[in-house]
Nanobody, 124 residues
Framework: VQLQASGGGLVQAGGSLRLSCTFSGRTASSRVMGWFRQTPGKEREFVAAVSWNAGSPVYSDSVKGRFTIDTDNAKDTVYLQMNSLKPEDTAMYYC??????????????????WGKGTQVTVSS
């Protein structure tokens, strides 16, 4: 399994970015895909996740109402639309997947596969 993430960058506070993560290497109709973020010296933090073809997405309280996670089944891609960005959103963002499940977990150790991070920097 490979997760290819992209879309990070530098943006001013109040701006928007859209992250993408493409899943490949295996067929898995049941899976959960999510986004985590991490800053130096801190643990990886849950941002949002979605169960493929099942249920509603889940968001952390810190991004609820500002970020939206959605999927494109045809492209096997999950997106994270980030609006109203704040300096505290600055972090390395990671895409993650757990196969064969539909229940969404917020803990990083529940995910089997990880993409390389993409840096998001929000200037004040």
């Amino acid at each position: 399994v490979q997760l290819q993430a992209s879309g990070g960058g530098l943006v001013q506070a109040g701006g928007s970015l859209r992250l993408s993560c493409t899943f490949s290497g295996r067929t898995a109709s049941s899976r959960v895909m999510g986004w985590f973020r991490q800053t130096p010296g801190k643990e990886r933090e849950f941002v949002a996740a979605v169960s493929w073809n099942a249920g509603s997405p889940v968001y952390s309280d810190s991004v609820k109402g500002r970020f939206t996670i959605d999927t494109d089944n045809a492209k096997d891609t999950v997106y994270l639309q980030m609006n109203s960005l704040k300096p505290e959103d600055t972090a390395m963002y990671y895409c993650a997947a757990r196969l064969g499940v539909t229940v969404i977990h917020r803990v990083s150790r529940s995910y089997n596969y990880w993409g390389k991070g993409t840096q998001v920097t929000v200037s004040s």
